[in-house]
């Protein structure tokens, strides 16, 4: 069976990139039982992940899934450190070891490679060095002991430009955010599906549970998931303030979706969140490089996390040296 689970980082700030992740994962035949409710399907599936929530010790870090500004905020490391430790291992997890950032970058860019020609500001990518599989066994033994196997890391990175390119089409950013997070949704789907190949069809494939955290406050989403999926069938089974749950079933398969505030509690949307948060820093990091090294002589850039009111003051200092670049405005800051 199939999982996905799907967030982002960057949704607030008006400097760098939005950046939505999924992770995908298998589970283990029989977890889904109709005859179930769905608090007993939940409570087997939450003991699947637990051992990513219960914290495990590797070379001189305390690994643990969790809300990734709560591990990046952590006192006493690097604040990328946990981060990268977490996504190296995913790496190696999927068959990615030996990529480089940029390889590895292109590959999980899921059928969007074009989003990866990004402006010079967010060229310079750096990263700590990636480990092997063999480095990273013992966590991958850890987590997955339970039966659920992470296959497949995918991401989206929206620039600035195209934010201003998307809201000018009539979107608002709940929207962009629901339309780019459910494209991603579909094409890890095709892709699992082209991996497995005939297993695709099989009963234990034929189902697909999908995780996200809620999109900016967002609680009614049937429109969009049918815009999405025009030949589905839509089913509500439940639109409250915490939760909303919706299941759609087309060509043999049914996917059930939810949208749930704090999402990120459940492991494999808190995975996704730290591939998002991981990346988008990374992407911060050359931003904030970037300006640095071309601003006056005796000019010292602070740098900036990109969030309103630090980016104003930003753009207030770097303004002689936006000028003197001829950065276009709508390529440089969001819109809304």
């Known amino acids: 069976m199939l999982l996905i689970a799907v967030d982002e980082a960057g949704y607030g700030p008006k400097l760098g990139p939005l950046v939505v992740a999924a992770t995908a994962w298998q589970l283990p035949d029989g977890v889904i039982d109709t005859d179930r409710s769905l608090a ?11 051992p990513l929530s219960a914290p495990f010790r590797w070379r001189d870090l ?38 480089k950032l940029k390889p590895w970058l292109k ?14 500001w967010l060229q310079n990518l750096k990263s700590q060095q990636f480990v092997s599989r063999t480095d990273a066994q ?17 991401t989206r990175i929206v620039t600035a430009e195209k934010f201003n390119q998307t809201i000018a089409r009539g979107f608002n ?16 789907i095709d892709q699992q599906q082209d991996e497995l190949g005939d297993a695709a069809s099989s009963d234990a494939q034929s189902r697909v549970l999908v995780y996200c955290d809620r999109h900016g406050g967002r609680q009614f989403y049937g429109a969009v998931l049918q815009h999405n999926w025009p030949d589905a069938s839509l089913r509500i089974v439940q639109e409250s303030r ?25 492991p494999p ?39 309103p009111v630090d980016a104003d003051r930003f753009l207030s200092e770097a303004a002689e040296t936006i000028q003197r670049l001829a950065i276009d405005p709508n390529r440089l800051v969001r819109s809304r």
Request: proline share 2%.
């Open 40 to 50: 007993s399907t939940d409570a087997a599936i939450a003991a699947l992940f637990a």
């Open 242 to 266: 915490r939760e909303s749950i919706y299941e759609l079933v087309a060509d043999g398969r049914t996917m059930q979706i939810r949208f749930t505030v704090k999402g990120d509690s459940f």
């Open 107 to 120: 590959k999980i860019a899921t059928r969007n490679e074009s989003a990866l020609k990004h402006p010079a």
């Open 62 to 99: 305390k690994l643990v899934v969790d809300d990734s500004k709560k591990l990046f905020q952590s006192r006493g490391h690097d604040p990328l450190a946990v981060l990268h430790a977490v996504v190296s291992v995913c790496k190696a997890w999927c068959g990615d070891g030996e990529l």
């Open 138 to 154: 013992d966590v991958i033994d850890h987590w997955q002991k339970n039966g659920a196997s992470l296959t497949q890391v995918a």
């Open 173 to 188: 950013k709940s929207d962009l955010l629901s339309d780019t997070s459910l494209r991603l949704i579909a094409d890890v």
């Open 269 to 307: 949307v808190a995975m996704s969140s730290i591939h998002a948060k991981y990346l988008r820093e990374i992407y911060m990091n050359a931003f904030n490089s970037y300006f640095q090294k071309h601003s006056p002589d005796g000019q010292t850039l602070r740098p900036t996390a990109g969030y």
